[in-house]
């Protein structure tokens, strides 16, 4: 069973500073990992999707890395914001060779204050 | 491109009641998932619909539990005499699918409908 981990559960750091959010996977054979970002109440809205062949993507002040083998998974946020602050989740679609469950593991979230 | 949208947002109900709640994805999506998530946590896979079609169940989804997408357009989640666990937000997300089983393009998630049992 797949199991998604992120560390850390929380987070303050002060305006400018460049974060890294960390998410890890015990299944490596993954389709795709998705990271979305949720405000208080609200859905989730996606940042980043990172397909298994691919090793990372950028989004302006963005970047999602993958490490399929070691099961690793990191989002760079470049000179945070107060804006920023959010709760971040990491997603993983299992790749399947026929058949079997479709069903995709969200990580708990790292929550993130950036303070002025 | 208006977004996907849940309604209602809040629902306080008696313990017991049923309840119904409606998801409106994006126009060209075929692909529809309900998903629940409670204080703190990710949110967790319930069902999911390709066009009118219900693909996939979780075990999470009792028999109080039924979903419906009859037109391959809008979703009704409707919970049967509900209990104080049912008590939650559960949020609707649609995609593109693009061919397969699998879909390389991003969920869109709703705001959610919370629900709380009283």
């Known amino acids: 069973k797949q199991e998604v981990t992120q560390i850390p559960a929380a987070l303050s750091v002060p305006e400018g500073e460049n974060l890294v959010l960390n998410c890890s996977f015990t299944?490596?054979?993954?389709?795709?990992l998705q990271w979305f970002r949720q405000d208080p109440g609200k859905g989730l809205t996606s940042l980043l999707l990172?397909?298994?062949?691919?090793r990372e993507q950028t989004s302006g002040r963005l970047n999602a890395s993958l490490d399929k083998s070691s099961g690793r998974s990191t989002l760079y946020i470049a000179a945070s914001q107060p804006g920023d602050s959010a709760t971040y989740l990491c997603?993983?679609?299992?790749?399947?060779?026929?058949?079997?469950?479709?069903?995709?593991?969200f990580g708990r979230g790292t929550s993130l204050i950036v303070h002025p | 491109d208006t977004g996907v949208s849940q309604d209602p947002r809040h629902k306080i109900t008696k313990r017991g009641q049923n309840v119904t709640f409606r998801c409106d994805p994006i126009?060209?999506?075929?692909?529809l998932y309900w998903y629940r998530q409670t204080l703190g946590q990710g949110p967790e896979f319930l069902t999911y619909?390709?066009?009118?079609?219900?693909?996939?169940k979780s075990r999470l989804l009792s028999d109080r539990f039924s979903a419906e997408r009859p037109k391959g357009s809008f979703s009704t989640l409707e919970i049967q005499r509900t209990e104080q666990g049912d008590s939650a937000m559960y949020l609707c997300a649609s995609t593109l699918g693009t061919g397969g089983r699998y879909s390389n393009q991003p969920q869109h998630f709703g705001d959610g409908t919370r629900l709380s049992i009283l």
């Open positions: 126009s060209e999506h075929n692909r």
């Open positions: 990172i397909q298994s062949s691919q």
């Open positions: 997603a993983v679609r299992p790749r399947l060779e026929s058949g079997g469950s479709y069903i995709p593991t």
């Open positions: 299944d490596s054979a993954i389709y795709n």
């Open positions: 619909f390709q066009n009118e079609a219900q693909l996939e």
